[in-house]
């Protein structure tokens, strides 16, 4: 019985839908600043857009701006944290390399 395409799934070669997504997420883009006009990425413009949006009272915007800070203030302080645990991977990687280093 033969396949359908959509069934064979993605074609080699072609990106992704995530690929896609980070492709067009850094396209550039102009915008008028006051007298300027400025060029940036469509994922840091469409942020800007998103902060502008809360900044005018918009309740969804408002949390969506505090959860996501929320987030990446977590994620970075977990990262800068000397403290945190080593994971089992990094562990391995040290034991590695601690035994071809002779030590």
Same mark, same amino acid.
């Given at each position: 019985? $033969?396949?359908?395409?959509?069934?064979?799934?993605?074609?080699?070669? %072609?990106?992704?839908l995530d690929e896609l997504l980070l492709?067009?997420?850094?396209?550039?883009?102009?915008?008028?600043?006051?007298? $300027?006009?400025?060029?940036?990425?469509r994922d840091r413009a469409l942020? %800007?857009?998103?902060?502008?949006?809360a900044l005018q009272g918009n309740l969804r915007a408002i949390q969506l701006v505090t959860e996501r800070l929320r987030q990446a203030q977590a994620a970075l302080?977990?990262?800068?944290?000397?403290?945190?645990?080593?994971t089992e991977e990094e562990i391995a990687l040290l034991e590695m390399m601690s035994k071809t280093s002779g030590g």
């Open positions: 019985m $033969k396949r359908s395409s959509c069934a064979a799934g993605r074609p080699r070669g %072609r990106p992704s492709e067009e997420a850094a396209r550039l883009v102009k915008f008028q600043a006051g007298d $300027k006009v400025m060029h940036m990425d942020m %800007r857009k998103l902060f502008d949006i302080a977990a990262k800068a944290d000397p403290e945190t645990p080593l």
